[in-house]
C-alpha cells in the first residue's frame, strides 16, 4: 500500500510569535520554521509502517514557498521515498490545499493518507476532513492509533469524552493526534542521503486547481495581555486572597 | 437570513456547548433552527424546542447517525444547507469532525473556533495558539463556522416554544463503524463548563497523586484537568488535556498545579477569570499569566489547601 503524508512548513512550536506594527499579519522574517508537530508524527508513522512491511512506497507532500524543500527533505531523511512540492508563494486555504490533494491522490492513488490534525499556525483543524469529503475516501480524524485489518483501518480517535474506536474502509484519510508516536531525529548519514532522493516540483496551476480565496483577514493583534497577578506567600494568604478579593470561592 | 445551527448532545439532552453556539448565532442575527442528529435521540426534542430564540427544531434520528459519524452527518447536513446563509456548529471534537466535510462538499471555507461575531460575514478567532488574533471575513454565499463555546455566554434553555420537524431522509455511506468506546465517567462537572478547574501537570509524577487534585476538587466542585505532559506520562486519561490541541476552558477560576505554562498550555486556559499557580520554579512561565502564584512544594501546598477550604 502506497502511503502519502502531507507536510506543512510552520514556524517552529517554539517561537513567540510577534504581530507585524501595521496589524496585517505575524511577522516571519528571520524566524525559526519547522515540519508541523503533527505532520511529524505523520511522517513517522508512514515510516513505520514501511518499516513492518505494510507500506510500500512513502509520498510526501508540501504546499508552499520554494523553501518548504527543507521540510520535505527533513521528511525524506525520516525515512519518506520521495517527495512533492506545489510551490505557491501565495498563502493557501484549507479548501484548495484538500483540492489540490484530491488531484494528487487521483494521480498516485494511495490506500492511506496520513495528515496532521491542525496547522500550528491557523489552527484551522480542516484539511484532512475536507480531502476524505472531496475524494470519498473514509474519515478517521484525531487518530491515536491505527492498525490495518485487511480492507479495513481500525482508528482509535481521542474524542472530547475519551476514546473512540471506529473500523473505516481503506483507503482513508487519517489525521493525527500528538499521541500516535514519538517522531525520530534523523540520523547523519540519512540527511546526506535525503538529499539525493527525488523531489518534484509543481505548481497548482499543473493540477488545474485555481486558487480562489474564500476569506479575507482584516486585521492580526496581538491577544490582550493578563494584567501581572502577585505572589503570596502561603496557603493561609491564597485562600484568604481567593475568598476576600477575587471572590471565587 | 437564516442559520442553522447543528446541536451537540448525548441523545437525552442538549450539551451546555449548544445553547453556546446558539448565543453566537443570535449573535449574527437572523432565525434560527436547531438540526439535532443521531440515533434514539428523539427525547432531546423536546428540550430543544424550549431553548430561548429558536424557530424551529429539526431533527434527525437514524441509525445512520449513530455516534455522528462524520460522513452520514455532512451528507445530510449539505442537504439542508440551501435554506441557510450560515451553519454553525460548536468546535468540540464532534463539530470539528464533520463541519469541515460540510464546507467543503459545498465548496466553501471554514471559519473555525470564532471567538466573536462583528458582522454577519465578519469574525474574530484566535490563531497561532492563541498568540494572535485574526480578524477574518467570509467570502463565501454559506458561511460554515464552528464557535469556540467559551467566548459566548449560554442562551437561557427556557422560554422558547419551537416547532419540531422530523426529517426523513436518511444519508448512510456505509464507510464507518464503530467499534468500541471508551469514555469518561464522573459524577464532576464537565471540563469546559465547569465554574473552578483544577488541572495537574508533570509535577504531580504519579497518576496516584491525582487524588490530591481530587480531593480538592470535591470541596470546590471543580472539574479536574491535565497538562499533555500529564497525560503522555499515563496520569490521566487524553479527555482531561487542557490546551491548543485539547479543551479550551475559561472557567472563574483555574489552578494550576505543577504545570510549568507552555504556550500549548496556556492557549487553552488563559481567558479563565481568575488564575492560581502553584509551582516550586519560581521562575515557571505560568507565574506571568497567574494572577495568584505561590512558590511551593505541591505535595505540602496543595494538601494545606484542602485542609483550609
Ligand atoms: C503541537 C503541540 C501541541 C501541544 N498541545 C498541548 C496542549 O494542548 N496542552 C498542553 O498542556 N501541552 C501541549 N503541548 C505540550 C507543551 O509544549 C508542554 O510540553 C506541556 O504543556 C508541558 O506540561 P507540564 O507543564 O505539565 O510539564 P513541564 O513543562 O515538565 O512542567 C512541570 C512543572 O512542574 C513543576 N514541578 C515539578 N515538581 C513540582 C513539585 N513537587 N511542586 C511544585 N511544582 C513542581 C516544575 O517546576 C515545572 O514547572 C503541545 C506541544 C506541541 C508541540
Ligand atoms: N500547505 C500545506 N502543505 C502540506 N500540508 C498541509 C498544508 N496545509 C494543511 N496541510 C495538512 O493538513 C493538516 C491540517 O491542517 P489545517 O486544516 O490547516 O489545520 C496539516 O497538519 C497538514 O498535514
Redesign the pocket.
Known amino acids: 500500500m502506497k502511503v502519502l503524508v ?3 512548513r510552520v514556524i517552529d512550536y517554539n517561537v513567540k510569535v510577534r504581530v507585524m506594527s501595521d496589524n496585517s499579519d505575524v511577522d516571519l522574517k528571520n524566524v525559526k520554521m519547522a515540519v ?1 508537530p ?2 511529524e508524527i ?1 511522517v513517522e508513522q508512514a515510516v513505520r509502517m514501511k518499516e513492518s512491511g505494510l507500506a510500500t512506497e512513502v509520498v510526501v ?4 514557498p520554494a523553501t ?1 524543500q527543507e521540510q520535505l527533505r527533513t521528511a525524506l531523511a525520516m525515512g519518506a521515498d520521495r517527495a512533492i512540492l506545489v510551490q505557491s508563494d501565495e498563502a ?1 486555504e ?1 479548501l484548495t ?1 484538500a483540492k489540490i490533494l484530491a488531484k494528487i491522490v487521483e494521480e498516485e492513488q494511495p490506500g492511506l493518507v496520513l ?5 500550528i499556525d ?7 476532513q475536507m480531502l476524505s469529503a472531496l475524494t470519498g475516501m473514509s474519515q478517521g480524524a484525531f487518530a491515536s492509533a491505527i492498525e490495518s485489518d485487511g480492507d479495513q483501518l481500525k482508528v482509535t480517535r481521542e474524542v472530547d469524552g475519551g476514546l473512540q474506536t471506529l473500523s473505516i474502509k481503506l483507503p482513508a484519510v487519517v ?1 493525527v493526534d500528538l499521541r500516535m508516536n514519538e517522531p525520530r531525529y534523523a540520523s547523519l548519514p540519512n540527511i546526506m542521503k535525503a538529499k539525493k532522493k527525488p523531489l518534484d516540483t509543481k505548481t497548482p496551476a499543473d493540477y488545474g486547481v485555481s486558487v480562489k480565496a474564500h476569506s479575507k483577514v482584516l486585521r492580526v493583534e496581538p491577544p490582550a495581555e493578563r494584567q501581572a497577578g502577585i505572589k503570596v506567600g502561603s496557603v493561609a494568604e491564597l485562600v484568604d486572597k481567593l475568598k476576600n478579593e477575587a471572590k471565587v470561592i | 437570513m437564516a442559520i442553522l445551527v447543528i446541536s451537540e448532545h448525548d441523545n437525552a439532552a442538549l450539551k451546555p456547548s449548544t445553547l453556546n453556539t446558539v448565543k453566537a448565532a443570535s449573535e449574527i442575527g437572523g432565525e434560527i433552527d436547531l438540526l439535532i442528529v443521531g440515533s434514539g435521540c428523539s427525547a432531546v426534542a423536546d428540550s430543544a424546542a424550549k431553548v430561548a430564540g429558536i424557530r424551529k427544531v429539526l431533527v434527525a434520528d437514524n441509525a445512520a447517525y449513530d455516534h455522528e459519524i462524520a460522513e452520514n452527518v455532512a451528507a445530510l447536513v449539505i442537504e439542508l444547507a440551501p435554506g441557510y446563509s450560515h451553519l454553525l456548529a460548536p468546535a468540540t471534537t464532534n463539530g470539528k469532525n464533520f463541519m469541515p466535510r460540510v464546507a467543503a462538499l459545498l465548496d466553501v471555507g471554514q471559519i473555525s473556533d470564532i471567538i466573536k461575531v462583528e458582522s454577519p460575514d465578519t469574525f474574530v478567532r484566535p490563531i497561532y495558539a492563541g498568540n494572535a488574533i485574526a480578524t477574518v471575513q467570509s467570502l463565501d454565499d454559506t458561511k460554515v463556522i464552528t464557535v469556540r463555546t467559551t467566548a459566548f455566554d449560554a442562551v437561557a434553555e427556557e422560554g422558547g416554544s419551537a416547532t419540531v420537524e422530523s426529517l426523513s431522509q436518511v444519508k448512510d455511506l456505509g464507510l464507518s463503524r464503530l467499534i468500541s468506546e471508551d469514555m469518561a465517567v464522573s459524577d464532576r462537572p464537565e471540563l469546559t463548563a465547569a465554574r473552578v478547574v483544577i488541572s495537574g501537570g508533570r509535577g504531580m509524577a504519579s497518576k496516584e497523586n491525582f487524588e490530591l487534585l481530587e480531593k480538592v476538587a470535591d470541596k470546590l466542585g471543580a472539574a479536574i484537568g491535565a497538562s499533555r505532559a500529564a497525560v503522555d506520562a499515563g496520569f490521566v486519561p487524553n479527555d482531561m488535556q487542557v490546551g491548543q490541541t485539547g479543551k479550551i476552558v475559561a472557567p472563574e477560576l483555574y489552578i494550576a498545579v505543577g504545570i510549568s505554562g507552555a504556550i500549548q498550555h496556556l492557549a487553552g486556559m488563559k481567558d479563565s477569570k481568575v488564575i492560581v499557580a502553584i509551582n516550586k520554579d519560581e521562575d515557571a512561565p505560568i507565574f506571568q499569566v497567574a494572577d495568584y502564584g505561590l512558590v511551593a512544594d505541591l505535595f505540602e501546598a496543595v494538601p494545606e489547601l484542602e485542609k483550609s477550604l
Open positions: 502531507t507536510v506543512k508541523n503533527f505532520c505523520a507532500v508540501s504546499m508552499g518548504a493557501l484549507s490545499v495528515m496532521g490534525k491542525q496547522s491557523t489552527d484551522n483543524n480542516q484539511t484532512g489525521t
